[in-house]
């Protein structure tokens, strides 16, 4: 994943690895990986960006040749947020694969307002933080994303050459 790509990433070395470590991933939580899921996981990596339902509906289509129902779309989607090897950005209204997809972890966001490029972050410090105010308080956490909005590196030096 090359997003905002001037941050260091403990990443795979490729798409095929990324895509390889996701399904043993949901193999080890009795989940199972369908062609779809797999191909639209795969899509996700390819992509390098948030990715919208749509957009995804429409590269299956023109790779495949087949018409995809948006409800399939998203009914695929959801089950690879739920495996925690995809997340959805929120404000984006997009989804990415997850970096980190062999462990719970609470999904760190850092969105360009201007490329709407994403990269996913983790850092047990702050999401222990986060757990011990969750506890404190007696809340359970369902779901865990957080985004930071801005401007990336490459962008910002664009912005400064104009």
């Given at each position: ?44 990596w390819e992509a390098q960006r948030p990715l919208?339902?749509?957009e995804i509906r429409e590269l299956l289509s ?101």
């Amino acid at each position: 994943m090359s997003r905002l790509k001037d941050l260091p990433k403990n990443e795979p070395s490729s798409c095929e690895e990324d895509v390889k470590s996701a399904i043993a991933a949901c193999r080890l939580r009795g989940a199972r990986m369908t062609q779809l899921r797999q191909t639209v996981l795969t899509a996700l990596w390819e992509a390098q960006r948030p990715l919208g339902a749509y957009e995804i509906r429409e590269l299956l289509s023109e790779t495949s040749g087949r018409a995809f129902a948006p409800p399939t779309i998203y009914r695929t989607l959801d089950f690879l947020c739920e495996q925690r090897v995809a997340a959805r950005i929120e404000s984006r209204n997009a989804y990415v694969a997850c970096t980190h997809p062999d462990h719970e972890h609470t999904c760190v966001f850092l969105v360009c307002e201007s490329c709407g490029d994403a990269v996913e972050i983790e850092n047990p410090k702050a999401e222990e933080l986060i757990n011990e105010d969750a506890k404190r308080l007696g809340f359970a956490v369902k779901r865990r994303v957080v985004e930071f909005s801005g401007c990336c590196a490459p962008c910002q030096q664009t912005s400064q050459r104009l």
